[in-house]
Every structure is written in structure tokens, then in C-alpha cells.
């Protein structure tokens, strides 16, 4: 007779099983992530049909099988219907998916991970319905969550000072062209006079790559991921240079045959940007009023935020988020 597990788990993903079944992929609690097959969950009059969703919370009754598990009983404990009835929350929340997929372990519990996820799905919904007004308010929730999965997992990127140097970074909203730099190989956010000086001595080779400003991502540019470039320093300047290929995953850092290190710089930041980069360790982001802290939740600077973090989540699990396309062409 099969051993017969119990489990509390939120659906991530399905995929047609069969004539009427579908095939799972949980995390749970307890057990991390598992497949099963919810057999005839696919039928007009099941009641695994609803419970197969995705992002429904179930308390789960499992049948060990030889080759695949079986829901034998579920019970719904949560779920998050307001998610599919708004196109740019559905595809937050499938991004979400995406990424606990990469960092999930099996066989193994996963409480916290487990608790983060619900936590953040349940504040997308709760957001008000996407409009022109309020549209950034998703990418904002999103990075949020992204950074705190991160977090997690032990890779989150350092905001708060220079990778480099370990000197604080502050914003400076005085100067309108204050920049930071960004290195997903270097770990996080990086001074430019810090970079440069590094490089003027010798000890550091640069290469450039995509700026993933607003100022140089348009609603007419189709999306874009990073492609290496290499950049030819002038008199210790870094030169970035606009990538043009899609699709590539940044290698790691490595030597360029010398003994200077190879170090990629991904982007640069504007005080803005840095300063919204810099709430996401916050438990939770900070409430605040119309008009303040330049239109915190409807600054587009979002936009390039979710970008920078997207492309440093796709370099340290090697592999692309594909709902990152959908949110690129929702906010196209």
C-alpha cells in the first residue's frame, strides 16, 4: 500500500496530465517542493479543479507513488482570486513563481519561503486595480518581494554601500546628474570615483554594459537583456557601451589574463533609483503621501529597479525569467 503524507502547499505551476489530470509543482511547508498529479482535476465536475489552481493554498492529503505522488484529499486553506483579474498582478505573481522555482529546495521544509510567499502575493492583491495612475505600484510590490527572496537565499545585492570600498553610498538629490554604479559580478552598488580611481591604478579591468535608465528605455524599444560589451578605458573613465543581443546570461567574474580582475559594470544608477533600491531590505515599504519623495509609488524609476534586479536574479540562478517579458510589454 502507498505511504500517505500530509502537507500544506501553494500550486506554482501545472501542466496538462493525461486526459483529465493535472501534474503540480507545490511548495510546501514541510517538504519543500514536490510534484503531484491531481487526477481528474482537469473534469468539469471535480472538486480538485479549483484546488489545482494556481496560487491556491491547500491542506494536502499525498499518496506516495512509484514515479509520481497523488492528491488524494485537498482542502483550500487561502487563495488569491483578485491576481487573475488584473493582467500586470497575474504577471508579478507568476514572476514570483518563476523565481521561488529557481531557489526552492526538495525534500527539504520550507517555512520561511513558504510564509514570504504568501505574504507577498497576498499584498499584490490587495493593491488597487492597475491604472495609468498607479501602475508602478506593481513593479514596486514586485521588487520588494524579489529582494527579500533574495534576501533568503543568501545572494541579495549590497545597496547601502560601495562593493568596492564598503564606504556608505547617499543618494545625492542636489546633483541632477549624480550616478552610482551597479555590478552584478561585483555584488551590488559600486562608486564610480571609486571604480575609476581602481582602474586609473591598474588594479581593476572594466567592461560596460546595458544602462537600464528611463532615460535610455523608451515605450517604442522592444525589451532588452543584457550582452557583454567590452568598454576601453580613457584616461581611467569607464566607457558603457549599449548592448544589442537578447536573452544572455552574465558569466561570472574572472581574470582577463593578468592580474588585474575583470569587473562588469551593468549599469548606473540615478539618485532616485538608488534610493528606492535601497527601501526593499525594509519589511515592509514605507508608506507615504501624495507629492512625497517624488511620487514614491508612480516614479517610473520602478521600472528600471525591477530591471537592474531582474537581470541580477537571472545571473546567479543562470537562467531567464520569461514573465519579465510580460511585464516589459505591459509597460511598453
Known amino acids: 500500500m502507498s505511504r500517505v503524507y500530509k502537507a500544506t502547499g501553494i500550486n506554482l ?25 491531481a487526477p481528474g482535476s482537469r473534469k468539469h465536475n471535480s472538486k480538485l479543479g ?17 514515479s509520481l505522488d497523488k492528491i488524494t484529499q485537498a482542502e483550500t486553506l487561502e487563495s488569491y482570486p483578485g491576481l487573475s483579474q488584473d493582467l500586470a498582478k497575474l504577471s508579478a505573481s507568476q514572476y514570483l513563481a518563476e ?10 521544509p520550507q517555512e520561511e519561503l513558504f510564509s514570504l510567499l504568501n505574504t507577498h502575493l497576498g499584498r499584490l492583491e490587495k493593491l488597487p486595480s492597475t491604472t495609468s495612475k498607479n501602475s508602478y505600484t ?26 568596492l570600498t564598503q564606504q556608505p553610498l547617499i543618494p545625492d538629490f542636489s546633483a541632477p546628474q549624480w550616478r552610482v554604479g551597479f555590478s552584478t559580478t561585483a555584488g551590488g552598488t559600486v562608486s564610480l570615483s571609486a571604480l575609476a580611481r581602481l582602474q586609473a591604478e591598474g588594479r ?32 581611467g573613465g569607464i566607457t558603457t557601451q549599449t548592448a544589442e543581443s537578447q536573452g544572455e546570461i552574465v558569466p561570472p567574474l574572472q581574470t582577463d589574463g593578468s592580474e588585474r580582475e575583470m569587473l562588469t559594470l551593468n549599469s548606473q544608477l540615478s539618485a532616485i533609483e538608488l534610493a528606492l533600491l535601497q527601501h ?6 514605507p508608506f507615504v503621501q501624495e507629492n512625497s ?11 528600471s529597479v525591477e530591471r537592474i ?13 520569461r514573465s519579465g517579458a510580460l511585464m516589459d510589454t505591459y509597460f511598453a
Open 99 to 108: 523565481i521561488i522555482l529557481c531557489c526552492a529546495l526538495s525534500e527539504q
Open 204 to 235: 581593476l579591468s572594466v567592461r560596460g554594459r546595458l544602462q537600464v535608465s528611463r532615460s535610455l528605455y523608451t515605450a517604442q524599444e522592444a525589451p532588452v537583456s543584457v550582452a557583454e560589451r567590452n568598454a576601453t578605458p580613457s584616461q
Open 309 to 321: 534586479l531582474r537581470q541580477y536574479t537571472e545571473y546567479h540562478f543562470g537562467r531567464q525569467i
Open 293 to 303: 519623495f517624488h511620487m514614491y509609488f508612480s516614479d517610473p524609476s520602478w521600472r
Open 13 to 37: 505551476k501545472s501542466m496538462p496530465l493525461g486526459e483529465s489530470d493535472r501534474l503540480l509543482t507545490i511548495l510546501t511547508r514541510e517538504f519543500g517542493l514536490i510534484r503531484a498529479v
Open 50 to 66: 479549483g484546488r489545482s489552481a494556481s496560487f491556491v493554498v491547500n491542506e494536502l492529503l499525498i499518496a506516495k507513488g512509484r
Open 138 to 163: 506593481v513593479l514596486a510590490h514586485l521588487a520588494h518581494a524579489v529582494f527579500h527572496i533574495l534576501a533568503l537565499s543568501g545572494i541579495a545585492p549590497q545597496l547601502q554601500a560601495c562593493c
Open 280 to 285: 526593499l531590505p525594509k519589511p515592509q515599504l
